[in-house]
């Protein structure tokens, strides 16, 4: 399985976007999907997760529930990532990533795709 992440791009604060997660290969029902950002000088910060298998199991970090959300389109074998309310500290090259375990910590994930970058402007 690969991954491939896409959206990304310039928007001004309070400003929506939506980033997609393109998986090449079969994903199983076991699977779980994870968004991650990584602002230049900090460490790579978990934001959102979906278990494949269904819309109904997602995880959020505290900093964007309630103002993104994240789902998955089996048909397309992509995962999404809609962002609303925009804020400049939401800047950040954002990545998705394949594990089993729908946890936070980065080094639980094995696979990752190329980033795309989001930038807020005041």
């Known amino acids: 399985v690969q991954l491939q992440a896409s959206g990304g791009g310039l928007v001004q604060a309070g400003g929506s976007l939506r980033l997609s997660c393109a998986a090449s290969?079969?994903?199983?029902?076991?699977?779980?999907i994870g968004w991650f950002r990584q602002a230049p000088g900090k460490e790579r910060e978990f934001a959102a997760a979906?278990?494949?298998?269904?819309?109904?199991?997602?995880y959020y970090a505290d900093s964007v529930k309630g103002r993104f959300s994240i789902s998955r389109d089996s048909a397309e074998n992509m995962v999404h990532l809609q962002m609303n309310s925009l804020k400049p500290e939401d800047s950040a090259v954002y990545y998705c990533?394949?594990?089993?375990?729908?946890?936070?910590?980065?080094?639980?994930?094995?696979?990752w795709g190329r980033g795309t970058l989001v930038t807020v402007s005041s």
């Open positions: 990533a394949l594990g089993s375990s729908a946890t936070s910590r980065p080094q639980e994930y094995r696979l």
């Open positions: 290969g079969r994903l199983f029902s076991s699977h779980v």
């Open positions: 979906i278990r494949w298998n269904t819309n109904r199991l997602t």
